[in-house]
């Protein structure tokens, strides 16, 4: 294990590298994190949270005014290292690891010998290795004993990562068996779940196989959500009926699939072997089609309404009471929404952000609206997202308005 005295440097102080560093440090171990946004390692060193998750907060003051946590823009010397930086895909849907590949080029120039490296990103199989190779073509002085290079995914829920960053059971995949032993020690500093110790790739392939598996089985409920509607059937009752047997657990249905997780990983799988992932492609497909389905009904709903429509959207983040908008079908569907009915009024409700997102500003037909106000104003409301702010509104401020609700919140 790191002794309290060593130092472990987070590189990327995102939704997952935050959390790691702040428990990290809560727990007594002298943690540097390292982030290329000035903004967010100024908000870091004042204990400030950039971005929504229940309970960083307190944890993020407590160890910033202990002293075991700093941020900084600068890759940092220490004894051990946490790469948690973004692996978007491509317009292929192959993996980018240019942020990899810029942690690992930092890290390289403060190595002595000994250090323990983990990716935490999720990964393609084989990006560990990559990432090792790339740091020691950097430092020809090293040799692969001289490091330990270790996967460790992360396996937690937007919305519950305090909790269940301690509690998961943690997969642990080496290079070496002692990388994954050094790992493990490490994590044992604050981590309560089983230590499950495997090779770099399998524990690469680990965590793209559970969120395939989510996937797919989402791919299943937004498929049946299609074919209900065209039949005249209540797709939340109809799941909830079958849900009934005892070995159909049938998840349920929504406007599409984000995150950074769900909606990428089946990809790195489908990319590594294009010929034999023919289920999981097809499930990606399924799910990235469904946003188009949603702008269907609510163009539908639009034309039905008459002359300059009011519209109001009801969440842009690709999860319920969260700010977190990666891959958000939600977002996707007020951006193509506002491109395709110019003539609509868009009010866009996200209780989670404090300003109209990117994506959305150039259009002079969307606004960010607080709930009441869209509700008073719309004459199509669209439940996007199941924020519990929504889950309140009362049935009778929808009376006389069309609804779509794509997440069975109303019924």
């Known amino acids: 294990m790191i002794e309290k005295t060593g130092i472990v440097g987070v590189i990327g102080l995102g939704y997952i590298g935050l959390p ?29 949270v950039p971005f929504v998750e229940p309970g960083l907060r307190e944890v993020l003051e407590r160890a910033v005014n202990s002293g075991t946590l700093t941020a900084t823009t600068q890759t940092p010397t220490a004894d051990a290292y946490i790469v948690a930086v973004p692996t978007p895909f491509t317009d292929t ?8 590949e810029a942690a690992a080029d930092g890290i390289a120039t403060k190595l002595t010998g000994g250090e323990l490296i983990i990716l935490e990103s999720t990964s393609p199989p084989g990006a560990t290795e990559h990432m090792a190779a790339r740091i020691l073509s950097a430092r020809p ?12 995914p992360e396996r937690v829920l937007p919305g ?37 110790l495997t090779d770099a790739r399998t524990a690469e392939m680990a965590k793209l196989t559970e969120n395939s598996f989510r996937d797919v089985n989402i791919a299943f409920a937004n498929e049946l959500s299609v074919i209900s509607h065209k039949l005249g059937i209540d797709v ?25 997780c769900i909606a990428v990983d089946p990809w790195f799988i489908v990319d590594a072997a294009p010929e034999q992932a023919n289920l999981i492609r097809t499930a990606r497909q399924t799910n990235d089609a469904k946003p188009e389905w949603v702008l269907g009904r609510i163009e539908q709903a639009l034309e039905a309404a008459g002359e300059n429509p009011t519209v109001a959207l009801l969440g842009l983040a690709f999860k319920a009471n969260i700010d977190d908008l990666r891959e958000s079908p939600s977002l996707r569907i007020a951006e193509k929404l506002a491109q395709r009915a110019p003539g609509a009024e868009i009010l866009a409700v996200e209780p989670h952000v404090e300003e109209l997102p990117r994506a959305l500003q150039g259009f002079s037909n969307v606004a960010l609206t607080s709930l009441d106000a869209a509700l008073a104003q719309a004459d199509v409301v669209v439940l996007l997202v199941d924020h519990d702010d929504f889950k309140r509104v009362a049935p009778e401020v929808l009376a006389g308005k069309t609804v779509i609700d794509t997440r069975g919140t109303w019924r």
Request: proline residues 3%; glycine residues 10%; aromatic residues 4%.
């Open 93 to 100: 849907h192959s993996a980018d690891l240019s942020y990899i």
């Open 160 to 196: 519950k990562i305090m909790d269940e960053m301690i509690t998961n059971d943690r997969i642990i995949g080496g290079l070496t068996r002692r990388a994954a032993e050094a790992a493990r020690d490490l994590y044992s500093a604050f981590c309560t779940g089983e230590f499950l």
């Open 236 to 260: 939340w009752e109809l799941i909830e009926l079958a849900n009934h047997h005892p070995r159909v657990n049938i998840l349920q249905p929504g406007p599409g699939v984000g995150g950074h």
């Open 141 to 152: 002085d090293l040799t692969a004993e001289d490091i330990l290079v270790a996967h460790c």
């Open 20 to 48: 790691t560093a702040a428990i990290l440090a809560d727990h007594g171990v002298r943690t540097i994190g390292m982030d290329v946004s000035e903004r967010n390692v100024a908000a870091v060193n004042n204990g400030e």
